[in-house]
Protein backbone atom coordinates (compact mmCIF):
# COMPACT_ATOMS: atom_id res chain seq x y z
CA UNK A 1 0.00 0.00 0.00
CA UNK A 2 2.54 2.33 1.12
CA UNK A 3 4.51 1.50 -2.24
CA UNK A 4 1.21 2.33 -4.61
CA UNK A 5 0.72 5.65 -2.82
CA UNK A 6 4.76 6.89 -2.70
CA UNK A 7 4.26 5.85 -6.64
CA UNK A 8 1.34 7.63 -6.91
CA UNK A 9 3.00 10.76 -5.59
CA UNK A 10 5.65 10.87 -6.86
CA UNK A 11 3.68 10.81 -10.60
CA UNK A 12 1.33 13.85 -9.33
CA UNK A 13 4.95 15.67 -8.44
CA UNK A 14 5.81 15.11 -12.35
CA UNK A 15 2.71 15.79 -14.03
CA UNK A 16 3.29 19.51 -11.44
CA UNK A 17 6.26 19.73 -12.69
CA UNK A 18 6.18 19.32 -16.16
CA UNK A 19 3.03 21.90 -15.98
CA UNK A 20 5.24 24.44 -14.36
CA UNK A 21 8.02 23.50 -17.02
CA UNK A 22 5.26 23.92 -19.76
CA UNK A 23 4.05 27.49 -18.44
CA UNK A 24 7.46 28.96 -18.31
CA UNK A 25 8.87 27.64 -21.96
CA UNK A 26 4.62 29.37 -23.03
CA UNK A 27 5.79 32.86 -20.37
CA UNK A 28 8.97 32.90 -22.25
CA UNK A 29 7.90 32.75 -26.15
CA UNK A 30 5.00 35.52 -25.30
CA UNK A 31 7.66 38.04 -23.68
CA UNK A 32 9.42 37.72 -26.39
CA UNK A 33 7.20 39.06 -28.24
CA UNK A 34 5.64 41.34 -25.72
CA UNK A 35 9.71 43.43 -24.57
CA UNK A 36 8.08 46.75 -23.95
CA UNK A 37 5.73 46.73 -20.96
CA UNK A 38 5.26 50.31 -21.11
CA UNK A 39 3.89 50.02 -24.44
CA UNK A 40 0.62 48.10 -26.49
CA UNK A 41 0.25 44.33 -25.41
CA UNK A 42 -2.23 41.74 -25.60
CA UNK A 43 -3.91 39.14 -23.63
CA UNK A 44 -3.25 35.06 -24.32
CA UNK A 45 -5.33 31.82 -22.81
CA UNK A 46 -5.08 28.04 -23.20
CA UNK A 47 -8.12 26.14 -22.81
CA UNK A 48 -8.47 22.46 -22.41
CA UNK A 49 -11.78 20.43 -22.49
CA UNK A 50 -13.64 23.58 -22.40
CA UNK A 51 -11.73 24.96 -18.92
CA UNK A 52 -8.91 27.43 -19.10
CA UNK A 53 -5.55 26.48 -17.93
CA UNK A 54 -3.47 29.17 -18.73
CA UNK A 55 -4.77 33.48 -18.90
CA UNK A 56 -2.07 36.16 -18.61
CA UNK A 57 -2.24 39.90 -19.88
CA UNK A 58 0.53 41.41 -21.26
CA UNK A 59 1.46 45.91 -21.70
CA UNK A 60 -0.78 48.52 -21.65
CA UNK A 61 -4.72 48.29 -22.26
CA UNK A 62 -4.23 52.49 -22.32
CA UNK A 63 -0.64 54.05 -22.81
CA UNK A 64 -2.29 57.63 -21.88
CA UNK A 65 -3.65 57.00 -18.67
CA UNK A 66 -0.67 54.35 -18.29
CA UNK A 67 -3.36 51.28 -17.48
CA UNK A 68 -2.46 47.64 -17.68
CA UNK A 69 -3.25 45.30 -19.51
CA UNK A 70 -6.06 42.75 -17.86
CA UNK A 71 -7.49 39.29 -19.32
CA UNK A 72 -10.65 41.02 -18.88
CA UNK A 73 -10.47 43.69 -21.38
CA UNK A 74 -12.49 43.85 -24.40
CA UNK A 75 -10.70 43.46 -28.04
CA UNK A 76 -11.76 44.13 -31.54
CA UNK A 77 -11.55 40.55 -32.80
CA UNK A 78 -10.70 41.69 -36.60
CA UNK A 79 -11.82 38.90 -39.23
CA UNK A 80 -12.32 36.34 -36.28
CA UNK A 81 -16.31 38.01 -36.89
CA UNK A 82 -16.34 35.98 -40.13
CA UNK A 83 -16.88 32.50 -37.56
CA UNK A 84 -20.01 34.46 -36.87
CA UNK A 85 -21.43 35.28 -39.77
CA UNK A 86 -21.05 31.76 -40.85
CA UNK A 87 -22.74 30.21 -37.84
CA UNK A 88 -25.22 32.50 -38.62
CA UNK A 89 -25.76 31.93 -42.35
CA UNK A 90 -26.18 28.01 -41.05
CA UNK A 91 -28.42 28.76 -38.87
CA UNK A 92 -31.23 30.47 -40.97
CA UNK A 93 -29.98 27.14 -43.13
CA UNK A 94 -31.21 24.67 -40.68
CA UNK A 95 -33.83 27.07 -39.88
CA UNK A 96 -35.31 26.90 -43.70
CA UNK A 97 -34.83 30.20 -44.61
CA UNK A 98 -31.92 29.96 -47.17
CA UNK A 99 -29.46 27.08 -48.31
CA UNK A 100 -25.22 27.19 -48.56
CA UNK A 101 -26.45 25.86 -52.27
CA UNK A 102 -28.74 29.13 -53.16
CA UNK A 103 -27.27 31.42 -55.66
CA UNK A 104 -26.99 35.36 -54.34
CA UNK A 105 -29.55 36.49 -56.65
CA UNK A 106 -32.03 34.56 -55.18
CA UNK A 107 -31.65 37.50 -52.29
CA UNK A 108 -29.76 40.33 -54.13
CA UNK A 109 -31.38 40.18 -57.79
CA UNK A 110 -29.14 42.86 -59.30
CA UNK A 111 -25.99 41.49 -58.43
CA UNK A 112 -23.80 40.96 -61.39
CA UNK A 113 -23.24 37.45 -62.06
CA UNK A 114 -25.26 37.03 -58.98
CA UNK A 115 -26.77 33.93 -60.68
CA UNK A 116 -23.49 31.70 -60.87
CA UNK A 117 -22.61 33.08 -57.45
CA UNK A 118 -23.42 30.49 -54.27
CA UNK A 119 -23.56 31.25 -50.85
CA UNK A 120 -21.02 28.27 -50.23
CA UNK A 121 -18.31 30.27 -52.33
CA UNK A 122 -19.14 33.26 -50.79
CA UNK A 123 -18.32 30.95 -47.21
CA UNK A 124 -15.15 29.21 -48.99
CA UNK A 125 -13.40 32.26 -50.43
CA UNK A 126 -14.09 30.98 -53.99
CA UNK A 127 -16.59 33.57 -55.05
CA UNK A 128 -14.10 35.69 -57.31
CA UNK A 129 -16.04 39.20 -56.12
CA UNK A 130 -13.21 41.58 -55.73
CA UNK A 131 -12.13 42.18 -52.19
CA UNK A 132 -13.36 46.01 -51.80
CA UNK A 133 -10.27 46.10 -49.33
CA UNK A 134 -8.11 45.45 -51.79
CA UNK A 135 -9.56 48.57 -53.82
CA UNK A 136 -8.08 52.36 -54.44
CA UNK A 137 -11.04 53.84 -53.80
CA UNK A 138 -11.64 52.01 -50.53
CA UNK A 139 -10.60 55.15 -49.00
CA UNK A 140 -13.08 57.42 -50.07
CA UNK A 141 -15.71 55.20 -48.20
CA UNK A 142 -13.97 54.39 -44.96
CA UNK A 143 -14.86 56.94 -42.61
CA UNK A 144 -18.40 57.01 -43.90
CA UNK A 145 -21.63 54.88 -42.50
CA UNK A 146 -23.12 53.16 -44.98
CA UNK A 147 -25.70 51.12 -44.94
CA UNK A 148 -25.15 47.40 -45.88
CA UNK A 149 -26.68 47.82 -49.34
CA UNK A 150 -24.48 50.75 -50.13
CA UNK A 151 -21.57 48.62 -48.64
CA UNK A 152 -21.98 46.20 -51.68
CA UNK A 153 -23.12 48.50 -54.02
CA UNK A 154 -19.71 50.22 -53.40
CA UNK A 155 -17.85 46.90 -55.30
CA UNK A 156 -20.27 44.46 -56.73
CA UNK A 157 -19.73 46.22 -60.56
CA UNK A 158 -16.17 46.17 -59.73
CA UNK A 159 -15.06 43.09 -62.08
CA UNK A 160 -14.17 39.74 -61.01
CA UNK A 161 -10.80 38.30 -60.27
CA UNK A 162 -11.47 34.98 -61.29
CA UNK A 163 -15.12 32.89 -62.45
CA UNK A 164 -17.00 31.04 -59.45
CA UNK A 165 -15.02 28.43 -58.08
CA UNK A 166 -12.19 28.73 -59.80
CA UNK A 167 -10.00 29.76 -57.23
CA UNK A 168 -9.36 30.08 -53.68
CA UNK A 169 -8.64 33.85 -52.53
CA UNK A 170 -9.25 35.07 -49.12
CA UNK A 171 -11.80 37.85 -49.37
CA UNK A 172 -14.02 40.36 -47.19
CA UNK A 173 -16.01 41.16 -49.77
CA UNK A 174 -17.97 37.81 -49.75
CA UNK A 175 -18.29 38.41 -45.96
CA UNK A 176 -20.01 41.51 -46.42
CA UNK A 177 -22.67 39.95 -49.17
CA UNK A 178 -23.36 37.49 -45.97
CA UNK A 179 -24.06 40.11 -44.01
CA UNK A 180 -26.72 41.75 -45.92
CA UNK A 181 -28.24 38.20 -46.95
CA UNK A 182 -28.75 37.78 -43.53
CA UNK A 183 -30.45 41.27 -42.81
CA UNK A 184 -32.72 40.50 -45.85
CA UNK A 185 -33.77 36.60 -45.05
CA UNK A 186 -33.81 37.69 -40.90
CA UNK A 187 -35.39 41.09 -41.27
CA UNK A 188 -33.04 42.76 -38.15
CA UNK A 189 -29.88 43.67 -38.57
CA UNK A 190 -26.83 41.97 -38.45
CA UNK A 191 -25.96 43.31 -35.20
CA UNK A 192 -28.90 42.33 -33.68
CA UNK A 193 -29.07 38.61 -35.27
CA UNK A 194 -25.85 38.08 -33.99
CA UNK A 195 -26.82 39.55 -30.27
CA UNK A 196 -29.78 37.60 -29.97
CA UNK A 197 -29.09 34.47 -32.12
CA UNK A 198 -25.13 34.04 -30.68
CA UNK A 199 -23.90 35.89 -27.66
CA UNK A 200 -26.98 35.86 -25.75
CA UNK A 201 -27.70 31.70 -25.85
CA UNK A 202 -23.68 31.61 -25.61
CA UNK A 203 -23.76 33.14 -22.35
CA UNK A 204 -20.98 35.99 -24.24
CA UNK A 205 -22.04 39.28 -22.17
CA UNK A 206 -18.91 40.98 -23.00
CA UNK A 207 -18.98 40.79 -26.54
CA UNK A 208 -20.78 43.39 -28.92
CA UNK A 209 -20.37 44.79 -32.37
CA UNK A 210 -17.67 47.51 -32.30
CA UNK A 211 -17.98 51.12 -31.74
CA UNK A 212 -15.87 53.77 -30.87
CA UNK A 213 -18.95 56.29 -29.74
CA UNK A 214 -20.34 53.78 -26.87
CA UNK A 215 -18.69 52.96 -23.36
CA UNK A 216 -17.47 50.32 -23.09
CA UNK A 217 -16.38 48.81 -19.77
CA UNK A 218 -12.96 46.89 -20.03
CA UNK A 219 -12.18 48.19 -23.60
CA UNK A 220 -8.51 48.01 -24.17
CA UNK A 221 -7.41 50.92 -26.61
CA UNK A 222 -5.86 50.09 -29.96
CA UNK A 223 -2.88 51.49 -31.29
CA UNK A 224 -0.61 51.53 -34.75
CA UNK A 225 3.25 52.26 -34.76
CA UNK A 226 4.41 54.67 -36.77
CA UNK A 227 8.11 56.40 -37.23
CA UNK A 228 8.77 53.79 -34.32
CA UNK A 229 6.65 55.47 -32.12
CA UNK A 230 2.81 54.28 -30.83
CA UNK A 231 -0.07 56.44 -31.95
CA UNK A 232 -3.82 55.79 -31.48
CA UNK A 233 -5.66 53.83 -34.32
CA UNK A 234 -7.28 55.41 -37.79
CA UNK A 235 -10.68 55.90 -37.33
CA UNK A 236 -12.57 54.43 -39.61
CA UNK A 237 -16.66 53.77 -39.84
CA UNK A 238 -17.44 50.00 -38.24
CA UNK A 239 -20.29 49.46 -41.53
CA UNK A 240 -16.73 49.11 -43.51
CA UNK A 241 -15.28 45.88 -42.38
CA UNK A 242 -18.83 44.86 -40.90
CA UNK A 243 -19.88 41.16 -41.31
CA UNK A 244 -16.13 40.61 -41.92
CA UNK A 245 -14.63 42.32 -39.04
CA UNK A 246 -16.65 44.07 -36.43
CA UNK A 247 -17.09 42.57 -33.53
CA UNK A 248 -15.67 42.39 -30.34
CA UNK A 249 -14.84 39.98 -27.39
CA UNK A 250 -12.89 38.72 -24.34
CA UNK A 251 -10.80 36.05 -23.84
CA UNK A 252 -13.95 34.14 -21.54
CA UNK A 253 -16.33 35.05 -23.78
CA UNK A 254 -14.47 33.26 -27.02
CA UNK A 255 -14.08 30.03 -24.51
CA UNK A 256 -17.90 30.42 -24.41
CA UNK A 257 -18.28 31.10 -28.43
CA UNK A 258 -15.75 27.46 -28.09
CA UNK A 259 -17.97 25.50 -26.04
CA UNK A 260 -21.03 26.33 -27.56
CA UNK A 261 -19.70 25.10 -31.02
CA UNK A 262 -17.95 21.81 -29.09
CA UNK A 263 -21.51 21.33 -27.07
CA UNK A 264 -23.68 22.34 -30.09
CA UNK A 265 -25.68 24.72 -28.20
CA UNK A 266 -26.28 26.78 -31.71
CA UNK A 267 -26.27 24.30 -34.25
CA UNK A 268 -26.97 20.73 -34.83
CA UNK A 269 -23.57 18.22 -34.80
CA UNK A 270 -24.62 18.14 -38.72
CA UNK A 271 -24.88 21.77 -39.50
CA UNK A 272 -21.69 23.02 -37.44
CA UNK A 273 -19.95 20.25 -39.17
CA UNK A 274 -20.31 22.13 -43.06
CA UNK A 275 -18.07 24.60 -41.03
CA UNK A 276 -15.19 22.50 -40.99
CA UNK A 277 -15.24 20.43 -44.05
CA UNK A 278 -13.26 21.29 -46.70
CA UNK A 279 -14.63 21.35 -50.61
CA UNK A 280 -13.02 21.81 -53.96
CA UNK A 281 -12.43 23.78 -56.65
CA UNK A 282 -14.18 23.05 -60.10
CA UNK A 283 -10.74 21.33 -61.43
CA UNK A 284 -10.81 19.41 -58.15
CA UNK A 285 -8.25 20.69 -56.24
CA UNK A 286 -9.04 21.15 -52.27
CA UNK A 287 -10.13 24.04 -50.66
CA UNK A 288 -8.36 24.51 -47.03
CA UNK A 289 -10.86 26.55 -45.66
CA UNK A 290 -14.49 25.31 -44.34
CA UNK A 291 -16.67 28.83 -43.57
CA UNK A 292 -14.90 31.07 -41.18
CA UNK A 293 -12.18 28.95 -40.24
CA UNK A 294 -9.06 28.07 -42.39
CA UNK A 295 -8.54 23.70 -42.06
CA UNK A 296 -5.28 23.60 -41.18
CA UNK A 297 -2.53 21.18 -39.57
CA UNK A 298 0.69 21.82 -37.25
CA UNK A 299 3.04 18.07 -37.42
CA UNK A 300 0.40 16.43 -39.11
CA UNK A 301 -2.57 17.69 -36.21
CA UNK A 302 -5.82 19.14 -37.85
CA UNK A 303 -6.58 22.52 -36.85
CA UNK A 304 -9.45 25.21 -37.08
CA UNK A 305 -7.64 28.77 -37.34
CA UNK A 306 -8.28 32.20 -38.01
CA UNK A 307 -6.62 35.24 -37.01
CA UNK A 308 -7.61 39.24 -37.68
CA UNK A 309 -6.47 42.32 -38.58
CA UNK A 310 -8.16 45.76 -38.41
CA UNK A 311 -6.84 48.78 -37.74
CA UNK A 312 -5.24 48.99 -33.75
CA UNK A 313 -5.61 45.33 -33.26
CA UNK A 314 -4.57 42.21 -34.45
CA UNK A 315 -5.89 38.20 -33.35
CA UNK A 316 -5.31 34.63 -33.55
CA UNK A 317 -7.32 31.60 -32.75
CA UNK A 318 -6.36 28.01 -33.16
CA UNK A 319 -8.67 24.94 -32.17
CA UNK A 320 -7.05 21.65 -32.08
CA UNK A 321 -9.94 19.42 -32.62
CA UNK A 322 -7.85 15.78 -31.62
CA UNK A 323 -6.84 17.20 -28.22
CA UNK A 324 -9.66 19.64 -27.52
CA UNK A 325 -7.17 22.55 -27.15
CA UNK A 326 -8.17 25.92 -27.75
CA UNK A 327 -5.09 28.59 -27.78
CA UNK A 328 -6.15 32.45 -28.15
CA UNK A 329 -4.39 35.71 -28.81
CA UNK A 330 -5.50 39.01 -28.88
CA UNK A 331 -3.38 42.30 -29.49
CA UNK A 332 -4.12 46.03 -28.90
CA UNK A 333 -1.20 47.33 -31.79
CA UNK A 334 -1.36 46.07 -35.43
CA UNK A 335 2.58 46.21 -34.74
CA UNK A 336 1.65 43.12 -32.44
CA UNK A 337 0.65 39.84 -34.54
CA UNK A 338 -0.17 37.03 -32.35
CA UNK A 339 -0.14 34.47 -35.25
CA UNK A 340 3.04 33.26 -34.87
CA UNK A 341 3.29 32.99 -31.40
CA UNK A 342 0.05 31.60 -31.72
CA UNK A 343 0.83 28.50 -33.94
CA UNK A 344 3.89 28.38 -31.87
CA UNK A 345 2.03 27.50 -28.83
CA UNK A 346 0.02 25.70 -29.97
CA UNK A 347 3.34 23.38 -31.59
CA UNK A 348 4.31 23.21 -27.91
CA UNK A 349 1.07 21.75 -26.88
CA UNK A 350 0.70 19.52 -29.15
CA UNK A 351 4.29 17.82 -28.86
CA UNK A 352 3.53 18.27 -24.87
CA UNK A 353 0.46 16.12 -25.08
CA UNK A 354 2.96 13.28 -26.56
CA UNK A 355 4.07 12.51 -22.96
Not at 88 to 96: F, K, P, S
Not at 176 to 190: D, H, N, P, Q, R
Not at 321 to 330: C, F, R, T, W
Request: contains cysteine; charged residues 20%; glycine residues 6%.
Amino acid sequence: MKKIILTSLLLLIQVVVFAQNLDKKIDSLLLNVFTDNNGPGGVFMITKAGKSIYQKAFGKANIELDVDMNTANVFQLGSITKQFTAVAILMLEENGKLSTNDSISKFIPDYPNGKNITIHQLLNHTSGVKDFTKMKSISQIAQKDLSPKELVDFFKNEPVDFQPGEKFEYNNSGYAVLGYIIELVAKETYQDYIQKNIFAKAGMQHSRYASDIAIIPNRAYGYQKKSNQFVNKIKISFSIPYASGSLMSTLDDMLKWQNALNQNLLLKASSIQKAFTKSNLNNGDVVNYGYGWHLLNINGISTREHGGSVFGFKTMGIYIPSKDIYVLGLTNCDCNSPTQVTRDIAKLLIEASKY
